[in-house]
């Protein structure tokens, strides 16, 4: 795409809208001309909507009839760089364009013009009468009354009634004005020093800055708690320092506070934040700001690559190998991938930070395509925690219940020290399985192919799935026989009751996603635990990232097993890096950590693997498997789901593609499928799976297109084509 600068008036130009069109119309540029991504409101039939001036008309529709934009949006246009990026995005995850536009406008209501409130000043003239008040009032405006304040601010600030302030404005003493609401963002202060870094820490920071200025990609791996912040905040501050954007991905909003707090710390002023607990006027603010380069740092979800950004210098992606990176539903993206991308597009550089990479960033550091930096030992005193393996063949496990006495023991210990402990579970709510005594029947979901979860808490039963609940039945939908329900295994709230039973003198914080009704009050109650708050602390995998708990030293898994299991090809590398992540939230502060494993397969590799730490040598097998069967990073893979309500149209449809595969045959790619998918039913909906295979350099997507290309689907099916699936639903 190549930019013409400016378009006159009446000139034809090609306008993208999010509606589901497809492709840019052709317009008429409006009175007084417009740039080249310029946000405009069209006509759209009887509509006015939203869109982008893409470029020149192409179109040979008659110029006579051609309707005019109605307005440009007094924002920033959409800089080239970010345009071809949604391009290049839309053609490598083979979505529609107004699909992707969507990801980057939403900020709702952005073209409206900004909200405006009142402020009083100093006016020129003096009051004809002067009073005590009076003076009160103007020595406030004359000492700090440059921006002007608030109605009520300043009567309270000068010690008089607002009647007073407004007496003055009728004399031309004091005058209102009105400004904007939006506030400016508070500048950065990279020059601030940082914490005097160690050596090992020191040589990545300035191995980030030497390579800063333009594109490059690194990995930086380093073990929980040794520092990768410290380091990435220091080539924020160079990035920072040399007057360009810097945007910092972190997985989990949970974390931000504590993040946010250390920004602060760092800059002397808080970043701005992007993320769905964000209000709407704060998003339009940050988005405006985004554009007119008036915001130095965003910290945010992954939807914050979408945002304008006028000069973005660097990309963190904050534990990179975390699965809330890839989006699996609308658009479905990998961010840590799609940063990559828009940073090779902005010259910008990107740090990839993890403790346990993913196997595709490890093995783009081993092929040379990213550099990679260790950060080898924990910060100062704080020690890697050790770990072991609890045999739970030779625990004597009570029925109902979960903690073995070798835990049961660790745990009393800490207790008497005044330490906290920590019991790992992945897996919501009371019981995964409901299931009759009577006729063995497990309750499932009507609309899924899911058994129901139970919830005590909530006191129904809850898919996980499409989340449906129901009350928890004391008769058997099957057999109809009275009260021999049962739950069968555990979830972090049965788990909660042991610990109560056991423990009943212990404080204790159920740290589960589904427990809290807003991010805010999952977050006070890390805060308070952080402070000690807590002696025992159960958590699902929420508790895996990056929370500093200074007086945690024991971490137990209560099943290790547990995502052993599985079809999924990543099976083992997320179990690895899960445990590895749990683990390290042991022993962060003087105090050492140990990490207990309660496994019935201590010998499995992966156990072995994570129990050695020896990581280098897991990755090497990990990928010469992977390498072996030509399964990604080593080979290219897309999902093909068909829904709808039916299942035998859907079956139909996939086997004819399979039959008619010419396009994909050429490049060497093979498909398999049509098969139920793992899934095979959400929300009353049928899943035809299909999945294709081809070599690493194959032009994939290319294919995918001329392969799907004039397929007719009945009204109510719908196809998705998931590039590089992450998850095997
Ligand atoms: P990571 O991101 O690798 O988990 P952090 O950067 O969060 O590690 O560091 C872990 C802890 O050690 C934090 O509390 C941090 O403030 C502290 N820390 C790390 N490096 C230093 C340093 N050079 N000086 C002082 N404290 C440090
Ligand atoms: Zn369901």
Redesign the pocket.
């Known amino acids: 795409m190549s930019d013409p600068g400016w378009f006159e008036e009446g000139a034809r130009i090609a306008v993208l809208t999010a509606e589901p069109i497809g492709k840019p119309l052709d317009y008429r540029a409006p009175e007084g001309g417009c740039f080249p991504g310029a946000f405009v409101e069209v006509p759209l039939g009887p509509r006015k909507v939203l869109g982008v001036v893409w470029g020149a008309g192409t179109g040979d529709f008659d110029m006579a009839k051609l309707r005019s934009v109605i307005r440009v949006f007094d924002v920033a246009p959409m800089r080239e760089e970010l345009r071809d990026f949604l391009l290049r995005m839309a053609d490598y995850t083979m979505t529609a364009l107004p699909q992707v536009l969507r990801l980057a406008t939403r900020a709702p209501g952005l073209g409206d013009p900004p909200g405006l409130r009142k402020v009083y000043r100093l006016g020129g003239d003096e009051p004809a009468r002067m009073t005590d008040a009076r003076k009160a009032v103007l020595d406030v405006l004359r000492d700090h009354g440059g921006a002007g304040f608030h109605l009520g601010e300043l009567a309270h600030l000068a010690g008089v009634t607002t009647q007073v302030v407004k007496g003055l404005v009728k004399t031309g003493a004091v005058i209102e004005a009105e400004v904007p609401r939006d506030l400016p963002f508070p500048r950065l202060d990279p020059t601030l020093p940082g ?4 050596e090992a ?1 020191a040589q990545a920071a300035d191995a980030l800055r030497a390579s800063a200025g333009g594109y490059s990609t690194t990995l930086l791996k ?10 990435y905040l220091e080539a924020v501050a160079h990035c920072l320092a040399q007057g360009r954007q810097a945007l910092v991905l972190l997985p989990e909003i949970a974390l931000s506070s504590e993040f946010l707090a ?1 920004v602060e710390a760092r800059f002397g002023a808080r970043p701005g934040e992007w993320h769905s607990g964000v209000t709407q006027s704060e998003r339009r603010r940050l988005w405006k700001a985004c554009g007119k380069g008036d915001v130095q740092l965003v910290v945010g979800a992954r939807s914050a690559l979408f945002l304008p950004f006028r000069d973005l210098g660097l990309i963190v992606v ?1 534990e990179e190998h975390d699965g809330s990176y890839k989006q699996e539903e609308g658009v479905l993206y990998n961010a840590r991938d799609m940063a990559v991308l828009r940073a090779s597009l902005a010259s910008a550089q990107v740090v990839l ?1 993890s ?1 346990t990479p993913s196997l595709e960033s490890w093995a783009n550091a081993q092929a040379g395509k990213y550099r990679r930096l260790d ?1 080898g030992a ?3 005193t ?1 020690e890697m925690p050790e770990m072991g393996a609890i045999d739970m063949r030779e625990e004597a496990l009570e029925a109902g219940s979960w903690i073995g006495p070798t835990l049961v023991s660790e745990v009393t210990q800490r207790i008497a020290a005044g330490q906290q402990s920590m019991l790992f579970l992945n897996r919501r709510g009371y019981a995964p399985v409901t299931i009759c005594r009577a006729c063995g029947h497990q309750i499932a979901c009507d609309h899924c192919d899911a058994r129901m979860v139970e919830h005590r808490f909530l006191k129904r039963l809850v898919c996980h799935q499409c989340g449906e609940t129901k009350p928890i039945p004391t008769k058997c939908p099957s057999c109809e026989v009275e009260g021999k329900l049962a739950p069968v295994g555990p979830g972090v709230e049965r788990l909660a009751e042991e610990v109560t039973r056991r423990f009943p003198d212990a404080r204790l914080s159920v740290l589960s996603s589904d427990l809290f009704g807003s991010a805010r009050a999952l977050k006070e109650t890390i805060v308070e635990i952080a402070n000690g708050g807590a002696d025992i602390i159960i958590g699902t995998q929420i508790v895996a990232k ?1 929370h ?1 708990f200074p007086k945690l030293t024991l971490v137990g898994v209560i099943d290790a097993d547990l995502g052993l299991q599985g079809s999924d090809l990543r099976a083992a590398e997320k179990t690895f890096q899960l445990m590895r992540q749990v683990a390290g939230r042991a022993g ?1 502060a003087e105090e050492k950590g140990i990490a207990l494993l309660q496994t019935f397969q201590p010998e499995h590799p992966v156990l072995r693997a994570i129990l050695g730490g020896d990581e280098e040598a897991f990755w090497a097998q990990e990928a010469a498997a992977r390498q072996a069967q030509g399964v990604p990073p080593y080979g290219r893979m897309a999902g093909i789901i068909l829904s709808g309500p039916d299942l035998q149209p859907l079956f139909d449809i996939g086997s004819q593609l399979a039959r008619n595969d010419a396009a994909l045959r050429r490049i060497g790619a093979q498909v398999f499928g049509p098969a139920p998918a793992p899934i095979a039913r959400v929300r009353g909906r049928h899943r035809v799976r299909m999945l294709i295979k081809a070599e690493k350099g194959a032009p994939l997507q290319l294919a995918l297109k001329g392969w799907l290309k004039g397929l007719r689907l009945p009204n109510n099916a719908r196809i998705a084509v998931d590039i590089d699936p992450q998850s095997f639903l």
């Open positions: 914490k005097a870094l160690s820490q380093g073990v929980t708690g040794s520092g990768k912040t410290e380091v250390r904050d930070a403790a950060l924990r910060f100062g704080a990056g500093n962060r």
